[in-house]
């Protein structure tokens, strides 16, 4: 069993918390979190991995041990959530390394890629979408508050913020919710309990449309630099459909596709099936 170890660093006066595993002289993977999870959502998956290769898995700030500042302190956008988690990778001394994004960490670490290409060495997505084929309409709510970002929109998406919304997130497309472990899901409604949590959060679902106006950009920089993407879907997520993973074939022919018949937290399932993909895939 490798070891794990649980650190954590400053970046711009914000504490990034991250979990860390395997030789550091191993090719490196940057595992990177989404709503509303952090980098625990990693931890059936680094141990399966850590004698392979150097696993880095940070908290996004506003996620799990990452400090939580105030909205008057930090600007809660997918923008400053990259630049946050670039400096982040300079800071412990990261050069070259793949990417896991799943989630709100495809925006994030495709912001990273497009900034520095020379950087990224492949990109493993788990249900990180990049085209709009792959919103389902589970976003038609947080679509209405990119509209019109009315206060009656804002509190709507409380909803999402809901300790049973989290629950559902976890179970749903499962065909076995017994292998679903709380642990994830109850770590997850502890830190959007946090006094000041939710606020943040609601920024993010209004930034969101950001990302998707991006979308074009992601497409050219795979078109450009066809990076190695190896795809790993959960099949039944009820936020990002299998056609946004089938799409990244039009722009990168060689992606490699795994279809899962599980929901949206796909590692909570399927997590030694992902990590053989993984190790095929970036040569383990």
Known sequence: METIHYRSVDVNGLKISY???????APTLLLLHGFPTAGHMFRDLIPLLADRFHLVAPDLP??????????????YTFENLAETIGRFTENIGLKRFAIYIFDYGAPVGLRIALKHPERVTAIVSQNGNAYEEGLSDGWNPIRAYW???????????????????????YTHGVSDVTRVSP????????????PGADEPQLDLFGDYKTN?????TFQKYFRDHKPPLLAVWGKNDPFFLPRGAEAFKRD?????????DTGHFALETHAAEIAVAIRDFLGG
């Open 183 to 194: 642990d994830g899901y109850s770590l997850d409604n502890f830190y959007l309990a946090r």
């Open 62 to 75: 506003a996620f799990g041990q990452s400090d939580l500042p105030p909205l008057d302190k930090f600007k």
């Open 212 to 216: 998707v106006a991006l979308y074009p």
């Open 252 to 260: 990168i022919p060689r992606a490699v596709m795994h279809f899962f």
């Open 19 to 25: 979990r860390e595993a395997g030789r550091i002289d």
């Open 147 to 169: 509209e019109d970002s009315s206060q009656k929109n804002r509190d709507a998406l409380r909803a999402f913020l809901k300790p049973e919304t989290t629950v559902w997130q």
